[in-house]
């Protein structure tokens, strides 16, 4: 009796996982398409600010900030090279100190001001 009361208790819970308040995250109240939906929404805009700049960051970077075509695409491969490898330093922190949804969220916020703070200022 004990033992079947254990196994059921084991199956209603994600093994080693916990939600936002530390309490083990229930296989019924966490996870699933709802999480799902926020990571592909946050994807989704991702993607498209990402390209939305990569198409347009050589013809902005030779016409309004007058750099030369080399430099721009010096500038152009830094920022792509960059933008590749910060992923690598965003799962170090979610892994090591954060948690993925926590990081998520805060990259996210990040991104929003940085874009907010250079459309704001675009006539620099």
């Given amino acids: ?13 994600v093994s080693d996982s916990v939600d936002h308040r530390g309490v083990p995250a229930g296989k019924l109240s966490t996870g699933g398409w709802r999480s799902a939906w926020y990571i592909i929404g946050v994807e989704v805009g991702e993607r498209f600010a990402y390209f939305g700049i990569a198409s347009n960051l050589i013809t902005y970077l030779t ?26 330093v965003g799962a170090f922190v979610a892994d090591a100190y954060l948690g ?6 805060i990259a ?3 991104y929003i001001l940085v874009c907010s703070f250079f459309n704001s200022n675009s006539n620099l």
């Fill in 1 to 13: 009796m004990v033992i079947e009361e254990e196994v059921a208790f084991l199956e209603d819970y």
């Fill in 108 to 110: 996210s916020l990040i």
């Fill in 100 to 105: 993925r949804y926590r990081t998520i969220v």
């Fill in 63 to 88: 016409g309004p900030l007058g750099q030369s075509t080399a430099t721009a695409a010096v500038n152009v491969n830094t920022w792509s090279g960059t933008a590749s490898m910060l992923p690598v």
